[in-house]
């Protein structure tokens, strides 16, 4: 009787190890990554103007007042932000493009020169540091640039020269 359980033992471990315990490895052995397929979807989607020409001026131009503003208010101010002052100098003219965008050529002509010392300025302010002469001189410069915009480019005024949809 020893003997049969000997002999079915050793069967039974020699059958078990001709067939190997692979399923139970697999589950602690890592498989390689496989690389994923990278798929670009490319929709190109028309979209429409989300504002009449009217809205945008009217919205560009209260964006160019407010930083306009600013700008003059940072000159002026004791402690002078140096960045916030670029950073108003540039959105100034970022606005004013953005108003040029929309009007038609024989007014963006118009608008040109004020840009075009705007930008100017705007290099100055970012070029150095300003003495006190330095920043009365802009601030006279922005003064007289803000009355001509104020005057010529006002949303009263310009009602007739902007583009259509």
Known sequence: MKTRIIILFS???LLFSLCGCEAFRKKFVRKPKKEKEIRT???IKEYKALYSPEVGYKQYYLF?????????GSLQ????????TIYSANKTV???RQMHDLLLPEKQKELGPFIAKQEALARRLDR???NRAQR???K???????KGIEHKFAFKHIQKYLIKE
Do not use: G, M, P, Y
């Not at 160019?64 to 003059?72: K, P, Q, V, Y």
């Not at 101010?77 to 916030?84: F, G, L, S």
């Open 41 to 43: 979807v490319t929709q």
């Open 140 to 146: 006279s410069i922005l003064k007289k640039q803000k």
């Open 11 to 13: 069967a039974f471990c």
């Open 136 to 138: 009365l001189e802009i």
């Open 64 to 72: 160019w007042r407010t930083s306009h503003e600013e700008l003059l």
């Open 77 to 84: 101010a004791q402690d002078r932000n140096r960045k916030r």
């Open 94 to 96: 970022e606005h004013l």
């Open 128 to 130: 150095r540091r300003l």
